[in-house]
């Protein structure tokens, strides 16, 4: 998010305690569009801080650390937790995009044709990329974004 926004990176890796939150004004078919980028917490002890803001929104995207099984498997639970918290109006049909990060990193443990194959399950976007060589990381957001925008679309449809 902070390699997205603000093209910074730092390697001192601090974990999310309740939500981080970040704006960024992109152009999407035309439309210009500010994304409001929701952190939350990803660790048990502080996650149900994030989960009010899981509401309202038009797309979630689930970024989990290539190098970690682990981080891959929490996804699941992560993707009812949200469609539970956040009560999307048609939870089969909302969007989510799903990140493998740190893919710079030689010591991978989930593989790109698994987690591919996890979101073709589920009807998720999968993309891989890297923050601390910027490789990647556009690329999500802009779909998530554009994904989003059809999602408000959707749903300003249904209610006229």
């Given at each position: 998010m902070n390699r997205y926004v603000n093209h910074r990176f730092t390697g001192a890796y601090r974990a999310t305690v309740g939500t981080d939150f970040l704006c960024k004004e992109v152009s999407i078919d035309g439309k210009t569009v500010i994304l409001q980028i929701w952190d939350t917490a990803g660790t048990e002890r502080f996650q149900s801080l994030g989960t009010p803001?899981?509401?309202?929104?038009?797309?979630?995207?689930?970024?989990?650390?290539?190098?970690?099984r682990a981080s891959f498997s929490a996804l699941e639970g992560w993707r009812q937790e949200y469609l539970i918290q956040g009560d999307p109006q048609d939870p089969f049909d909302f969007p989510f995009i799903v990140l493998g990060n740190k893919t710079d990193l030689g010591t991978r443990e989930v593989s790109s044709r698994l987690a591919q194959q996890w979101c073709e399950e589920i009807g998720a976007e999968y993309f891989e990329g890297t923050a601390k060589e910027?490789?990647?990381?556009?690329?999500?957001?802009?779909?998530?974004?554009?994904?989003?925008?059809?999602?408000?679309?959707?749903?300003?449809?249904s209610f006229q």
């Amino acid at each position: 998010m902070n390699r997205y926004v603000n093209h910074r990176f730092t390697g001192a890796y601090r974990a999310t305690v309740g939500t981080d939150f970040l704006c960024k004004e992109v152009s999407i078919d035309g439309k210009t569009v500010i994304l409001q980028i929701w952190d939350t917490a990803g660790t048990e002890r502080f996650q149900s801080l994030g989960t009010p803001l899981y509401k309202g929104a038009h797309c979630c995207m689930l970024v989990f650390d290539v190098t970690s099984r682990a981080s891959f498997s929490a996804l699941e639970g992560w993707r009812q937790e949200y469609l539970i918290q956040g009560d999307p109006q048609d939870p089969f049909d909302f969007p989510f995009i799903v990140l493998g990060n740190k893919t710079d990193l030689g010591t991978r443990e989930v593989s790109s044709r698994l987690a591919q194959q996890w979101c073709e399950e589920i009807g998720a976007e999968y993309f891989e990329g890297t923050a601390k060589e910027d490789l990647g990381v556009e690329k999500p957001f802009l779909k998530a974004a554009q994904r989003g925008l059809q999602q408000v679309c959707v749903l300003f449809l249904s209610f006229q």
